[in-house]
Nanobody, 120 residues
Framework: QVQLQESGPGLVKPSQTLSLTCTVS??????????WSWIRQSPGKGLEWMGA???????YYSPSLKSRTSISRDTSKNQFSLQLSSVTPNDTAVYYC????????????WGQGTQVTVSS
């Protein structure tokens, strides 16, 4: 059974960097052709894909967030991480980590989500 678990601060101050980690159990993050994504949902809005890191380590970002987003991985810990810089209250959302079996497939596993609030 594959499980994804997000972790990180639940409260971030404006202008700071939001950092989250997704720990994967039940499978490795390196097999072809897995893609590991970060998705968020702000209050009253739909799901927003933020970016992904692929099985070979390449990273991909939403154009609207690319300048502020970085996704990395630690294969020794079977984790991947999200950093979102210069946050504002508009970045308040539930953040999810997910897996897809290829670039074109849907997400077969999701973390439970973690609430992040941006507030001073």
């Amino acid at each position: 059974q594959v499980q994804l678990q997000e972790s990180g601060p639940g409260l971030v101050k404006p202008s700071q960097t939001l950092s989250l980690t997704c720990t994967v159990s039940g499978d490795f993050i390196t097999p072809a052709y897995y893609y590991w994504s970060w998705i968020r949902q702000s209050p009253g809005k739909g799901l927003e894909w933020m970016g992904a890191i692929a099985y070979e380590g390449n990273d991909y970002y939403s154009p609207s967030l690319k300048s502020r987003t970085s996704i990395s991985r630690d294969t020794s810990k079977n984790q991947f991480s999200l950093q979102l810089s210069s946050v504002t209250p508009n970045d308040t959302a539930v953040y999810y980590c997910t897996r897809s079996l290829s670039w074109f497939s849907g997400y077969d596993y999701w973390g439970q989500g973690t609430q992040v609030t941006v507030s001073s």
